[in-house]
């Protein structure tokens, strides 16, 4: 920044390009002509942090202040339990994280307060252990500390086939010693606000989904395998089969009407699929291990649920949107998923399309990513069936933007 001299009164448009009187009066002085000035530091939660390091007397600030913003709070939550905030900080934070217009304003889906969850799943009497013996803490950390695998001389090219790698001690992680300990309530207050996050995000964060709903997540023994994307997900939903779940449940909030269904592969009553209907609709992800358990009256194959869609042909049943999660093996994007006789995927949509709803959206999510179209005939290419491959926070979003155009298109 340059000292340069301007007119007493007058505002150049051409420098301040109409962003107002930005330009305001001030004393002259020759000396500093010619002479960089340095910036002022902007004060910010990453700059105070960085200048502080990461102490409760920071965070207990940062809050106070309300310089720390939403997404920040919600990504360090850990560290504010951790070095052991005061009680009365962490009642800030839940009731900041759980505040309805602090939800909406931060227009997150609901997926990613799931990272959250992790945060506050902590040890308590390890941290109570290091707090009452720190040096101990300190100790065991420096003689736990892990080897990184580092090229020495020589050993690049050809030419390292058949040594010995060199290995080199990394720097030994930082005992924190928290000054306050957390309680198992302000674990559960932590639980309890997320929970209501989640419920305000899908509510509000998410276009509401019009018209009746039909969900189908699989629960077959293939959905065990890692979700495609699954470093952005929650430790207690890393897999298909968590992640389906969830996304069935916020699905159904998000929806005007719905109706879950579980599916796999018959199990002792013949039926291959299951309605979820005794859920806990305070904690969405509790509800996970419960859906599971009741699944497993279901067989571990994978079978398209052709009985359901019989049944929806003869009742005459209104469906607007059916949206199945699963992996490759009911998505596999080569071939046609068939049934009983001749009976195949796209059959059976081509002909709920024509004897009941010609408007019905199929949307097929493989959370593996490894479909490469959707499971239906060459020859039934239209708007109207969709697929979307791997995981993404945004498939909630797209499903009913999506189902907005879908609409549009059909009605012209």
Not at 19 to 30: A, I, N, P, S, T
Not at 103 to 118: G, H, M, T
Not at 325 to 340: A, K, L, R, T
Request: positive net charge; glycine residues 6%; aromatic residues 8%.
């Amino acid at each position: 920044v340059f000292f340069f001299q301007a007119e007493d009164g007058i505002r150049d448009p051409l420098w301040s390009r109409g962003l107002g009187d930005v330009y305001k009066r001030q004393v002259f002085d020759e000396k500093r002509v010619g002479k960089r000035m340095r910036i002022p530091i902007p004060i910010t939660w990453e700059t105070e942090l960085s200048a502080k390091g990461n102490k409760p007397e920071v965070w207990t600030e940062l809050m106070q202040s309300k310089k720390l913003p939403y997404m920040a709070m919600l990504r360090n939550i850990r560290n504010m339990l951790v070095t052991g905030v005061p009680e009365a900080v962490h009642n800030l934070v839940c009731e900041r994280i759980q505040d309805y217009n602090a939800v909406i304003n931060s227009k997150l889906f609901p997926f990613r307060f799931f990272s959250a969850y992790e945060a506050i799943k902590i040890d308590l009497a390890e941290l109570r252990e290091r707090k009452l013996n720190p040096a101990k803490a300190i100790e065991e950390a420096k003689a736990h500390v892990p080897q990184r695998a580092v090229r020495g001389r020589g050993m690049r090219g050809r030419g390292m086939r058949g040594r010995q790698m060199a290995f080199r001690p990394e720097r030994p992680k930082k005992v924190i010693i928290p000054d306050e300990l957390p309680t198992e309530k302000t674990i559960e207050n932590y639980h309890k606000a997320l929970d209501n996050a989640v419920k305000i995000a899908t509510a509000h964060n998410i276009k509401p989904i019009k018209g009746n709903t039909v969900v189908f997540s699989d629960t077959s023994g293939s959905m065990s395998c890692p979700v495609s994307g699954a470093g952005k997900v929650s430790e207690s939903a890393r897999c298909c089969m968590d992640i389906g779940i969830l996304m069935s449940l916020m699905l159904k909030q998000a929806c005007e009407k719905c109706e879950f269904f579980v599916f796999s592969s018959p199990g002792v009553d013949g039926k291959c699929y299951m309605p979820i209907t005794n859920f806990n609709k305070e904690d969405l992800l509790s509800n996970v291990n419960l859906i599971e358990t009741a699944a497993q009256a279901l067989g571990g194959g994978t079978d398209f649920p052709f009985e359901f869609w019989l049944d929806a042909i003869n009742t005459k049943k209104q469906i607007d949107l059916f949206v199945i999660f699963s992996d490759m093996m009911i998505s596999e994007g080569h071939n046609d998923i068939g049934g009983s006789g001749d009976m195949t995927v796209t059959s059976i949509i081509r002909e709920y399309r024509e004897k009941v709803n010609p408007k019905m959206i199929y949307v097929a999510v493989d959370l593996r990513g490894y479909s490469l179209k959707v499971p239906v005939a060459e020859d039934e290419k239209t708007d109207l069936n969709i697929l979307k491959c791997g995981y993404s926070d945004t498939i909630l979003r797209f499903i009913s933007e999506r189902q907005v155009s879908c609409l549009l298109y059909t009605s012209d």
